[in-house]
């Protein structure tokens, strides 16, 4: 690569300055708790006693940074970093005190030797900061901490954002897990009108914790190859030596802002560039660069010896001490910082200015941009319910105009994206496509549908891509959805782990600002997989959500479609929070008009006076409750054959929108106080519970409930197969006449009660004759009606 002629210099010496105290910022933390600016001879008690992070990655990334602030004061660029190996946290925590903002967030570490000693001492450190580029670290969307998701968060926080762009630094060992290869592919949908663009700069340090990286090890030529392949023209920053290095990287990078505006220039022009490919770096640079060659005779810099620690024991062995000290003063300290522990002016001059700089850069504090939605008024495209039970066109498929409309009303301001692994038609949300496209860059082909370069719906067939786009786009200050087969969701929970341990740690910091909430929509669910079997039946996603703080989880099961457009409404308001919404796409009986619906919703959890029949002021004798559509259509039939069949019987009937209110209040902010619990739920009465998932979590949820032993939870015990919905749920007793049966079995026995118990089970074994025979459900099963009455106007 030629010399850049930008690079004059004065120039690469103080980008060689920046870069060297970054990297000596870096150790220091990584080591030191005292004597920050080596004014005397390292010292045992200079250094920490547990030595924690990560060096290999680091000067790497010291590197990158430095580099970047240059191409941002040079271009005025709008731009934030993204480092995929956030286990590198010294380096994004070195380069902020550089550059400021860390000072500023946290003025007690402030830029002078006693600021120094407190960045130090901090780092890895009880009471202190993460190792990695956590939450806490100014400037960062993305932790770093669990590999892969780094490109996705940057696609995501580029689209809608013309004059973004996203430095991305992907580790190589990174490159191996599967979001991140798929992540390449993103080009493929990128809209270079609208959307800004994402620099990503392949660290090719060689190595993971204990191994070479492919990457590193194919030939060049089908690296190239892969990564043309996936949209991308690499150029290739490759050495050691700082000074031929600088010059490389500085010829590249602006080589690369050229290549993007020269896409973005040509589409804003209304010219679709000839070469689509965009433009990024591969930096080829030794693990550990500028640490110590070896230790204990074991070579460290450019091995995967370089990942951690290099220096193992600099406190009590005092050859390895020298050898830090040797390291430290190798950057040359003294002529980058004042004897206050200032950073020289003619370094801190390569700074960008104000919001420029990296670390306070408003994009990577989303909230700080956060503009609400405008939304339609949710009840009108509520469903008409005349007659209790009326059967329903299929909930999703009432909520696809409201999201449609959503979509278009926020379409001004490009705040508001459909996120799906080629599912919105599938999960019943097809009406979006009416007024909006799915955004794709490809070539579009005659017969292809709703395919334009710009459009409000993401659509690949990756759950992690599709998930981690909503995250950066969340994370960037907008608001989105998320819709999903329920059994493929788990492709995501260890990201959405993530994603709720950022949301935790960044409630808890004033500067930082809430974001939109991470809208999931789980549909196509457990109950009606009829047609795709077992390996599509897993409703435990929930299960897993509930593990996480309760400040930062939601968890709704409407159980129909004027409830979910309620609940949905909420949810588009609602700030950091994950809200899970669980919901069905087929055709199922409509309980609530859409007020009453507004009103359930918004209690979360009552009881259905005109589906039960203790109007006697007696209270009940049995209480059903239901949490999810199919349950509630269970339970409302088992109430029925009750009521038929033992009249005498007083019912009482549940409906949980709000899985949290189940919680005791102390745990959950949603949760029932005791005394409401037990209103609803009596303390002595027979509770027979149908729920959506999994039985366990409902009593995990209420075993500090005054009743708890009196619920019996019935749900999915993983039996399915292809068969009809009804049996579904025979095949894991939800079902009415199980249902009906359980409550029988938990109330004082009678000849009567047992010859109904018989009338049941023998239905229940004509189903089963029926199905086996006829392929389909008996038809007094699907033309089941609640006869209960209970208009919605009573
Ligand atoms: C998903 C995931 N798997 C495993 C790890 C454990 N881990 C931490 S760092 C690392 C190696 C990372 O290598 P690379 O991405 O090349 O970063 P660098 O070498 O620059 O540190 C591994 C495997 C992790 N953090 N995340």
């Not at 299960?543 to 989880?553: G, I, R």
Request: proline content about 7%; aromatic content about 8%.
């Amino acid at each position: 690569m030629k010399p850049n002629p930008a690079l004059d210099k004065d120039l690469r010496d103080r980008i060689d300055a920046w870069w060297r105290a970054a990297n000596y910022l870096s150790v220091g933390q990584i080591y030191l708790c005292d004597n920050p600016l080596l004014e005397r001879a390292l010292v045992p008690d200079d250094i920490k006693r547990m030595r924690l992070g990560h060096w290999g990655t680091t000067p790497g990334q010291n590197f990158i940074y430095a580099h970047l602030n240059r191409l941002i004061a040079a271009h005025d660029l709008d731009m934030i970093y993204v480092s995929g190996p956030g286990h590198g946290g010294p380096a994004v925590v070195a380069n902020t005190w550089l550059e400021g903002t860390y000072s500023e967030i946290y003025p007690d570490v402030s830029q002078d030797d006693a600021g120094m000693r407190r960045l130090f001492r901090q780092f890895s450190f009880p009471g202190g900061i993460p190792s990695h580029a956590s939450p806490e670290t100014p400037g960062s969307i993305h932790e770093g901490g669990e590999l892969g998701y780094s490109l996705s968060h940057s696609f995501g926080a580029v689209f809608d954002n013309p004059e973004l762009v996203v430095a991305c630094v992907v580790g190589d060992g990174e490159a191996e897990t599967g979001p991140l290869a798929t992540a390449w592919q993103s080009t493929r949908f990128l809209d270079p009108v609208h959307d800004g663009a994402v620099l990503p700069i392949l660290h090719l340090n060689g190595f993971k914790i204990a191994n070479p990286t492919l990457l590193a090890r194919i030939p060049r030529e089908e690296l190239v190859a892969l990564l043309q392949g996936a949209g991308w023209e690499p150029r290739f920053v490759e050495g050691h030596e700082p000074a031929p290095m600088h010059d490389a990287m500085a010829a590249a990078l602006d080589d690369c802002l050229a290549g993007i505006r020269a896409i973005q220039g040509a589409a804003r022009r209304g010219e679709r560039a000839a070469s689509g490919r965009w433009p990024m770096i591969v930096l080829v640079s030794p693990k550990g660069w500028t640490g110590p060659r070896s230790v204990d005779g074991v070579p460290v810099e450019g091995t995967f010896h370089a990942h951690q620690v290099p220096i193992a024991d600099p406190r009590g062995n005092a050859e390895h001490r020298r050898l830090l000290e040797e390291w430290l003063r190798s950057y040359r300290p003294q002529e980058l910082f004042r004897s206050d522990g200032r950073l020289r002016d003619e370094i801190a001059a390569l700074a960008p200015r104000g919001d420029r700089r990296m670390g306070a850069n408003p994009h990577a504090n989303g909230g700080a941009l956060l503009r609400a939605l405008r939304l339609p008024d949710f009840r009108d495209y509520g469903a008409e319910v005349r007659e209790r039970g009326v059967r329903g066109i299929g909930d999703t498929h009432v909520l696809g105009p409201f999201v449609r409309d959503v979509c278009v009303l926020n379409e001004p301001t490009r705040n508001f994206r459909v996120f799906g692994p080629d599912e919105t038609i599938s999960n019943g949300l097809g009406a979006v496509l009416e007024k909006t496209d799915r955004q794709w860059a490809l070539p579009v082909r005659a017969g292809d549908e709703h395919l334009a370069p710009s459009g409000r719906v993401m659509e690949v067939l990756s759950e992690h891509q599709c998930e981690g786009w909503l995250e950066g786009y969340l994370l960037t200050g907008r608001h989105g959805l998320f819709n999903c087969y329920e059994a493929f969701v788990h492709i995501v929970d260890s990201m959405f782990n993530q994603h709720a341990k950022w949301l935790k740690v960044t409630g808890r910091l004033p500067w930082r600002r809430p974001i939109a909430s991470l809208n999931v929509l789980l549909s196509s669910h457990v109950w009606r997989q009829d047609h795709n079997g077992f390996t599509h039946q897993d409703p435990g996603f929930v299960d897993h959500v509930m593990n996480k703080k309760p400040e930062v989880v939601r968890v709704y099961l409407p159980p129909d479609a004027n409830c979910l457009l309620s609940v949905m409404d909420h949810c588009l308001r609602s700030r950091q929070y994950v809200n899970v919404i669980v919901a069905g796409k087929h055709p199922s009986p409509q309980w609530l008009d859409v007020d009453e619906a507004a009103a359930h919703c918004a209690a979360g959890i009552g009881i259905w006076d005109w589906a039960g029949n203790e109007t006697d002021g007696l209270g009940p004798d049995v209480v059903f409750a239901c949490c999810g559509d199919v349950p509630t259509l269970e339970t409302l039939a088992a109430v029925q054959l009750l009521r038929e069949h033992l009249p005498e019987l007083r019912v009482r009937v549940v409906n949980v929108v709000d899985l949290c209110r189940l919680m005791p209040r102390e745990e959950h902010p949603h949760g029932l106080d005791g005394r409401r619990f037990d209103e609803l739920f009596t303390t002595d009465k027979p509770v027979v519970f149908a729920f959506h998932s999994y039985p366990w979590l409902i009593h995990r949820l209420t075993y500090r409930r005054s009743n708890h032993a009196n619920i019996h939870v019935r749900g999915y015990k993983e039996e399915g197969t292809i068969t009809t919905p009804f049996d579904m749920t025979v095949l894991n007793e939800l079902d009415r006449f199980h249902l009906a049966i359980e409550a029988i079995d938990r109330l004082p026995v009678s000849e009567r009660k047992l010859a109904v118990k018989r009338a049941f089970r023998a239905r229940l074994a004509a189903h089963r004759r029926w199905i086996e025979a006829q392929g389909e459900d008996m038809p007094e099963i699907r033309d089941w009606r609640w006869a209960g009455g209970g208009v919605a106007s009573d």
